[in-house]
């Protein structure tokens, strides 16, 4: 009996000092976030997503009463500032905010380091945007209806910019291209601003690039649009026809979010992603997106990781079908 008695105060013992333990190591961390955070833009400084990014880090620093600094880790296509993430401690102190294309189809075109539904964990959709197809306004091309007549009649003859392989650029027209069963050379360039330059000077044909680059061109009579990638017409561009409305079903609209590396907390990504969603639809934020010719498009974790898995799918098939090969 006394072996049993002192059995079961040295288990109380060791309990006690295991609670003291665990309640010091909560007190000591404190709850989440207790620190800085820092959201990861896999591209160079002063892009698109670059610029969200540093929207979104002033406003959820207001919600979430710590710092969030934008860490620009460029290289590869993105792929260098995903793998980091992908690699980092799953505490909710180490994001990435990311686009559709070079977030989904980086790892169907390429061995990327990563798998993005096995590395990391969906967290919320910032913005959605469309694409408009142009050609220069001293093009004989005035409609959809002339290029794929010319594409038909001389399959291969047109040709399109874009900013690399597997940009957004390169997968629009090659969905394009698939749903209008037409043929068109595709000219990879190092960037965006190459390829609006290479159409603006007439040595491509085409571009099919998203309405923050476009507009201003069109807006200033140097391009003329043709088509937009958009579900419904554009406002800013009613009279152009959408994909879904000359090829049913061809529509796509890209978007931007933000990931963690797998593993983190479920508690946690909720009080990141709610934050995201309340910084995205405040007044000021939302207005700022506009601006950029984004829309904001607050979209919680569970959606927004069923998005991902079905753009993941759609631009994955289009690859594959179209044998598409990284350069």
């Given at each position: 009996?006394?072996?049993?008695?002192?059995?079961?105060?040295?288990?109380?013992?060791?309990?006690?000092?295991?609670?003291?333990?665990?309640?010091?190591?909560?007190?000591?961390?404190?709850?989440?976030?207790?620190?800085?955070?820092?959201?990861?833009?896999?591209?160079?400084?002063?892009?698109?997503?670059?610029?969200?990014?540093?929207?979104?880090?002033?406003?959820?620093q207001e919600s979430?009463?710590?710092?969030?600094?934008?860490?620009?880790?460029?290289?590869?296509?993105?792929?260098?500032?995903?793998?980091?993430?992908?690699?980092?401690?799953?505490?909710?102190y180490t994001l990435?905010?990311?686009?559709?294309?070079?977030?989904?189809?980086?790892?169907?075109?390429?061995?990327?380091?990563?798998?993005?539904?096995?590395?990391?964990?969906?967290?919320?959709?910032?913005?959605?945007?469309?694409?408009?197809?142009?050609?220069?306004?001293?093009?004989?091309?005035?409609?959809?209806?002339?290029?794929?007549?010319?594409?038909?009649?001389?399959?291969?003859?047109?040709?399109?910019?874009?900013?690399?392989?597997?940009?957004?650029?390169?997968?629009?027209?090659?969905?394009?291209?698939?749903?209008?069963?037409?043929?068109?050379?595709?000219?990879?360039?190092?960037?965006n601003a190459p390829?609006?330059?290479?159409?603006?000077?007439?040595?491509?044909?085409?571009?099919?690039?998203?309405?923050?680059?476009?507009?201003?061109?069109?807006?200033?009579?140097?391009?003329?649009?043709?088509?937009?990638?958009?579900?419904?017409?554009?406002?800013?561009?009613?009279?152009?026809?959408?994909?879904?409305?000359?090829?049913?079903?061809?529509?796509?609209?890209?978007?931007?979010?933000?990931?963690?590396?797998?593993?983190?907390?479920?508690?946690?990504?909720?009080?990141?992603?709610?934050?995201?969603?309340?910084?995205?639809?405040?007044?000021?934020?939302?207005?700022?997106?506009?601006?950029?010719?984004?829309?904001?498009?607050?979209?919680?974790?569970?959606?927004?990781?069923?998005?991902?898995?079905?753009?993941?799918?759609?631009?994955?098939?289009?690859?594959?079908?179209?044998?598409?090969?990284?350069?």
């Open positions: 009996m006394s072996n049993r008695r002192l059995l079961s105060g040295l288990l109380v013992a060791v309990g006690l000092v295991l609670s003291c333990g665990m309640a010091a190591a909560q007190s000591a961390t404190g709850p989440f976030p207790n620190r800085p955070i820092r959201i990861i833009v896999p591209f160079v400084p002063g892009g698109t997503i670059d610029v969200v990014t540093r929207l979104l880090a002033r406003n959820l979430l009463k710590q710092p969030v600094v934008v860490d620009n880790r460029a290289g590869a296509g993105g792929v260098v500032g995903v793998d980091h993430v992908a690699k980092s401690r799953p505490d909710g990435v905010l990311n686009a559709a294309t070079p977030m989904v189809t980086v790892v169907s075109l390429s061995s990327a380091p990563y798998d993005i539904f096995r590395d990391l964990t969906a967290v919320a959709r910032v913005t959605t945007f469309d694409y408009v197809l142009a050609v220069n306004a001293k093009s004989s091309i005035q409609s959809m209806q002339d290029l794929v007549q010319l594409a038909r009649k001389d399959p291969g003859k047109l040709n399109y910019a874009s900013a690399g392989m597997g940009s957004g650029q390169h997968m629009y027209v090659e969905l394009l291209r698939s749903a209008a069963g037409i043929q068109i050379q595709h000219i990879p360039y190092k960037g390829a609006m330059q290479a159409l603006l000077s007439g040595e491509v044909d085409l571009l099919f690039d998203t309405t923050l680059g476009m507009l201003p061109m069109v807006q200033a009579g140097r391009l003329r649009p043709l088509l937009t990638s958009s579900p419904t017409p554009l406002a800013s561009l009613p009279a152009v026809p959408t994909m879904d409305s000359l090829f049913p079903g061809s529509g796509a609209q890209g978007w931007h979010g933000v990931f963690a590396p797998a593993g983190t907390p479920r508690e946690v990504i909720v009080q990141l992603s709610e934050a995201i969603n309340a910084a995205v639809t405040s007044p000021d934020m939302a207005s700022r997106l506009r601006e950029l010719g984004l829309e904001p498009s607050a979209l919680g974790a569970d959606p927004f990781a069923t998005l991902v898995r079905r753009d993941y799918e759609r631009w994955g098939k289009l690859i594959r079908e179209n044998n598409i090969k990284a350069d």
